[in-house]
């Protein structure tokens, strides 16, 4: 089996003079590089990493590794004779990265033991969507909701005991919510903690259930509550309302509810931040002579100018008539697109003055627009 064995310092990337702070430095990039937790259901990859722990379980010993020196894998495999086998012995006798907690701690940021299942746990964070109309989101408004949340029963507090009695610790984890496997293999003594089957990893028994919750703790109760909607809310915002969401397990705080805002277009107007755009359409006597206009506002009409010879497409800027910006006492304006009106079926009359407007202005093509007699059977 030793003559199929990379050489470890091959393995660590490192020299046969690498000083301790060099293989250290080494075995940490390598084991982040193939960690099960980067790699999940990659044999190859898992192979590679107990191939690098173990290299690191012989170079960082200054006794293992001075026998590594002198007699290669020889010095821990017994059928060699070597009878020193300390290297394969479960990489320190603890779990199967025993002796590495803490190096695994700073590279991945986490302990590498399972937290207390019975510590306070916050609730879960929940979402709704809310829809209302321009103008509410425009003005603010409240509303009322209802939506569906977890909370722990009121008949046992939230412990899934029945009332008189209390959860018993689990007998088989004692209390932990998680038990130790030991598996001899060919690179010695294995260890893994799973959950405990016994409590489903609670760590508690509960002999005699809560009837309100079946033994839960938890039931999902319809809640409503009323919200306040800001002036000057746009679609696509949330609201969030602390403490909204669902109860915490063993004594943890609330989780939050998150609103989305929906908006409903309007007939007339559309939104852009705190500014409002329309399009008005003018008579083309309007946009010739000038003239005053009624224009629609959130809250009431108010009257426009219109020069003379206003364009078609022409914009006008009214300021202070848009939207109340969010959580201010400012407004955005109105942008006003004015469209001008052409007439498309003029009487006889009508055309002779159009005609007669147009030679005024110097059109030499009016004659062309000029009305034919009728005739006689016409």
């Not at 937790?37 to 990659?42: F, I, K, N, S, Y």
């Not at 321009?134 to 003005?139: G, L, Y």
């Not at 109340?324 to 009487?347: A, C, F, H, S, W």
Request: charged share 30%.
């Amino acid at each position: 089996m030793a003559e199929n064995k990379r050489d470890y310092y091959e393995v660590l990337g490192v020299d046969k003079t690498a000083s301790d702070d060099e293989i250290k430095s080494a075995f940490r990039r390598q084991a982040k590089k193939y960690h099960p937790d980067l790699h999940p259901d990659d044999k190859e990859a898992e192979a590679k990493f107990k191939e690098v722990n173990e290299a690191y379980e012989v170079l960082s010993n200054a006794d293992k590794r001075a026998k590594y020196d002198q007699f290669g894998h020889a010095a821990f495999d017994p059928a060699a004779g070597g009878g020193y086998s300390e290297a394969w012995s479960g990489f320190g006798g603890g779990s199967p990265f025993g002796g590495f907690g803490d190096i695994f701690g700073d590279i991945f940021g986490r302990s590498q033991t399972r937290s207390n299942p019975n510590a306070p746990t916050r609730g879960e964070n929940l979402r709704q969507t809310l829809t209302i109309t321009f103008e509410e989101a425009a003005f603010g408004c409240e509303k009322e909701i209802q939506y569906r949340r977890e909370e722990n029963c009121s008949q046992c507090g939230g412990t899934g005991a029945a009332p008189g009695s209390s959860p018993q610790t689990c007998p088989t984890c004692g209390g932990r919510g998680q038990v130790t496997r030991v598996q001899n293999t060919i690179l010695g003594t294995m260890q893994t903690t799973v959950p405990c089957s016994t409590c489903n990893g609670t760590g508690r028994i509960i002999k005699d259930p809560c009837k309100a919750c079946g033994g839960s703790g938890r039931v999902r109760n319809i809640q409503k509550r009323k919200i306040k909607i800001p002036a000057g809310i746009d679609d696509g915002q949330t609201i969030r309302i602390s403490g909204g969401g669902d109860d915490g397990l063993r004594g943890g705080p609330k989780g939050d509810l998150h609103i989305g805002i929906r908006v409903k277009p309007h007939k007339r107007f559309v939104r852009d931040g705190a500014d409002i755009h329309q399009n008005v359409s003018i008579p083309v006597t309007t946009a010739i002579l000038g003239g005053a206009i009624n224009i629609p506002t959130l809250e009431n009409d108010v009257k426009l100018t219109i020069p003379e010879g206003t364009p078609t497409q022409k914009t006008f800027r009214m300021k202070g008539f848009g939207i109340q910006k969010l959580n201010q006492n400012e407004k955005g304006d109105m942008y006003v697109n004015i469209t001008v009106e052409i007439p498309r079926k003029l009487n006889e009359k009508q055309r002779e003055l159009v005609v007669r407007l147009a030679e005024e202005l110097g059109d030499g093509d009016a004659q062309k627009t000029k009305p034919k007699k009728k005739g006689l059977f016409k």
